[in-house]
Structures are given as C-alpha cells and as structure tokens.
C-alpha cells in the first residue's frame, strides 16, 4: 500500500512538474521532446544500475542531479528543458528504489 501511494505521489509531482513546464513555452511540441527524452535517458540509465547495484545507484543518481543543475545553468532554454527532464526521470526512479530495497 505504501509503494502504491509512493508511486501515484511520484508520478503526480512528475505530472505537474512537466505542466509548469510547458506553461510558459511557446514551441510546446520541441519542448515535450526535450523533457521526455531527457526524462527517458535518465529513467534507463538508473534503471539499469539499480538493478545491477543497489548502493551505486545512489552516486549515479546524486551524479545525474549535479549534470541536471549544470546543464539548466549553463544552456538556453533547452538546457532548462533537459533539466527538468532529468530530476523528472530521477524523481520517477524513486519507487523502483523504495521496492528493490523493501522486498531485498
């Protein structure tokens, strides 16, 4: 029950994270695109060291954050895009994290 709650409380940040997003964006379509796909790279690679390595996947994702703030600080408005995509995608990682280290 709590992984469930987790999962709709994550997916609902990510949800109105992505809507002030592209609230103030003019090109709603390139912006989609550059959020989603920042979000889905971001998703695969802590996906896939989360199951390889439980304890890694904390730098990996500490890393990706720090990656998230250099790039939002230093590019235009894409950059700023790709950044929310990826705390997006870090944010959406968390109840995978909370079920592999409850059930391990």
């Known amino acids: 029950m709590k992984l469930l709650f987790l999962i709709i409380v994550c997916h609902g940040l990510y949800i109105f994270m992505l809507w002030l997003t592209m609230k103030r964006q003019t090109d ?3 912006s989609v695109k ?3 796909e920042s979000t889905l790279v971001t998703l695969c690679v802590l996906l896939t060291v989360l199951f390889i390595d439980q304890f890694w996947v904390l730098f990996l994702a500490a890393f990706m954050v720090c ?3 250099y790039v939002g600080a ?7 895009l790709s950044r929310q995509g990826i705390l997006g995608g870090v944010c959406l990682a968390v109840p995978w994290y909370f079920y592999l280290v409850t059930t391990n």
Do not use: D, E, I, T
């Not at 230093?74 to 700023?80: K, L, N, Q, S």
């Open 28 to 30: 709603k379509v390139s």
């Open 34 to 36: 550059w959020v989603l």
């Open 67 to 69: 990656l998230a703030l």
């Open 74 to 80: 230093h590019c235009a408005v894409f950059g700023r």
